[in-house]
């Protein structure tokens, strides 16, 4: 049978854990006292899978991971106050289709307490792992936190972490959007949150944006055309291929305009952006973030790859915009807030966190906030020219001075952006914390 594979022990004979045998006594007494364990770290693919995990499971939504549907059915084994903890990776923590699963572990569930390490766990596996731990139906009102922060985790590390332990308030996660749960968050960091979206429209009403292009994919393709990349090639071999952008062509205020191949842009593409998005003057945001998300303007022809987020800003000016993006601000927004920020391997910010940035408008008749938007355009301009001075120069005494003015510029800029948004010194410090 099908569960017998993936292993979400239901009650067949041929299974090695068969419930209603060997553990009938205990079900019907209730259930088990507690369930522990590392479940698979699996996306089912098979489409009748998919349906019946739907079908049975009710707190686990889009691509069906299989950690989440061992953690439900965990909790329908298990007796009122018996016990769980799992190792998983912490993408539970905040991405979309895990949020009635976290609604459910908040109310019902009796989540207890979280450990996140930020190193990697299992060394073969590139994966931000977290421990979660649960009392059934227990109604405690705060969450104990624990963070080991070091590269490298190990037993002596996570003592240490244990007495850095600290607890949050699950009403602040209960009406957070999406019922994220953001590690970092606290009541001070709440209320910025809020004071950021009071004052802003989102970046959604205010600009197009997209994905870029991925060519190959094992619906339409071949191996073999996967293999050979067919629709690659190192020169413009005819009128479909231009010149192909990845992450790495994308920096904080500057454009890498050298391409390493070529890619045809067409109908044989698993999904494209639409043309204008790889033609008009445009924002290119590279997926896999830092402290700060890493931005930069073009309007050469090129086609980024999926690796790169496109902006086309409509009611808003280009150089304004990028300067909102890269500022400190907003990483630090995207970090707190993004169901992707919290990955420290790979920490990414995706779409649906991009769409809903919130994009301070300005008042053209209001004269100070006139003043605000124009001196961030200068600024960005000069940081465009200036990165673009350091990638050209040779000297190293000149390397030096671009870096201190690019330094320094990047200051101003943040601190014109805390004061557009109008923050407090005391909430100012709590973002550079950060």
């Known amino acids: 049978s099908w569960e017998y594979k993936v292993g979400i022990f239901h009650d067949h004979a041929d299974h090695e854990i068969n419930l209603s045998g060997e553990f009938s006594p205990i079900l019907k007494a209730g259930g088990f006292d507690a369930v522990i364990g590392n479940p698979p770290y699996v996306l089912i693919a098979d489409t009748d899978a998919k349906k019946y995990l739907h079908s049975f499971y009710k707190h686990s939504t889009g691509k069906p991971d299989l950690y989440r549907y061992f953690i439900e059915r965990s909790h329908q084994i298990l007796k009122p106050k018996g016990q769980f903890g799992f190792i998983i990776p912490n993408t539970l923590l905040t991405i979309p289709a895990s949020q009635k699963l976290r609604e459910y572990l908040l109310t019902d569930g009796g989540l207890t307490q979280i450990v996140h390490f930020l190193g990697a766990v299992f060394s073969q596996v590139s994966v931000n792992s977290i421990i979660i731990f649960t009392v059934k139906g227990l109604t405690n009102q705060s969450i104990e936190i624990i963070e080991d922060k070091n590269k490298i985790p190990s037993l002596i590390t996570l003592n240490a972490a244990i007495q850095q332990k600290r607890f949050i308030e699950k009403n602040l996660w209960l009406s957070n959007e999406g019922i994220k749960f953001s590690l970092s968050f606290t009541t001070e960091i709440a209320a910025i949150i809020e004071k950021l979206k009071i004052q802003s429209v989102e970046l959604s009403s205010i600009a197009k944006y997209s994905l870029g292009m991925q060519i190959y994919h094992h619906t339409m393709h071949t191996q073999q055309q996967i293999k050979e990349r067919v629709y690659h090639s190192d020169t413009q071999a005819d009128e479909h291929f231009w010149p192909e952008s990845t992450g790495r062509n994308v920096l904080r ?60 800003p409509q009611k808003i000016h280009l150089h304004y915009l990028l300067g909102l993006l890269n500022s400190q601000l907003m990483g630090f927004y995207v970090r707190t807030t993004g169901e992707k920020g919290t990955q420290r391997l790979f920490p990414r910010i995706s779409l649906t966190t991009l769409r809903k940035l919130p994009i301070y408008q300005i008042d053209f008749n209001n004269p100070t906030d006139k003043a605000s938007h124009d001196k961030i355009v200068q600024l960005v301009e000069q940081m465009l020219a200036f990165n673009k001075q350091l990638a050209a120069a040779k000297a190293p005494q000149t390397k030096t001075l671009l870096k201190r003015r690019i330094d320094a510029t990047d200051k101003q800029i943040d601190e014109w952006v805390y004061q557009l948004y109008d923050l407090t010194a005391v909430e100012i410090e709590i973002v550079k914390r950060g």
């Not at 593409?269 to 303007?297: A, D, H, N, Q």
């Open 253 to 312: 205020y500057h454009f890498i305009n050298t391409f390493k191949s070529y890619a045809a842009y067409g109908k044989w593409c698993y999904s494209k952006p639409t043309w204008e998005f790889c033609s008009e003057p445009r924002i290119l945001i590279r997926e896999i973030t830092s402290r700060t998300l890493m931005g930069v303007t073009t309007n050469t022809i090129h086609i980024p790859t999926k690796a790169v987020i496109i902006i086309i």
